[in-house]
Nanobody, 129 residues
Framework: EVQLVESGGGLVQPGGSLRLSCAAS????????MGWIRQAPGKGLEWVSV????????NYADSVKGQFTISRDNTKNTVYLQMNSLKPEDTAVYYC??????????????????????WGQGTQVAVSS
């Protein structure tokens, strides 16, 4: 059974940092492109970042470029999202997700929410003073 379990969310003041983690199990982690998607209150799903199978290629939504960093450790079956200089507009539920096994580099260049076929339960991030 595929499982993705996020952790690390919480309440942080503007300008603060958080590091999200996602522990994967039930599939061969290193064979899958991974990513983070978020949903702000009252808004739709927005892909945030994506990382290649080996971790050598990443992509970020314009809204978080230069602010967030995605990484993965294939020895620990874990993907991370380091979030710095957080703003109130970063408040959202953050989901870890895996693309289908058929995903390619093209899906990293131009990712879509629909490309992600396995999702975690989400972790809440709230940025407020």
């Amino acid at each position: 059974e595929v499982q993705l379990v996020e952790s690390g969310g919480g309440l942080v003041q503007p300008g603060g940092s958080l590091r999200l983690s996602c522990a994967a199990s039930g599939f061969t982690f290193e064979r899958y492109i991974m990513g983070w998607i978020r949903q702000a209150p009252g808004k739709g799903l927005e892909w945030v970042s994506v990382i290649s199978k080996s971790g050598d290629r990443t992509n970020y939504a314009d809204s978080v470029k230069g602010q967030f960093t995605i990484s993965r450790d294939n020895t620990k079956n874990t993907v991370y999202l380091q979030m710095n200089s957080l703003k109130p507009e970063d408040t959202a539920v953050y989901y870890c997700a895996a693309m289908s096994s058929a995903a390619t580099t093209a899906n990293i260049v131009a990712p879509r929410v629909a490309d992600f076929t396995a999702w975690g339960q989400g972790t809440q991030v709230a940025v407020s003073s």
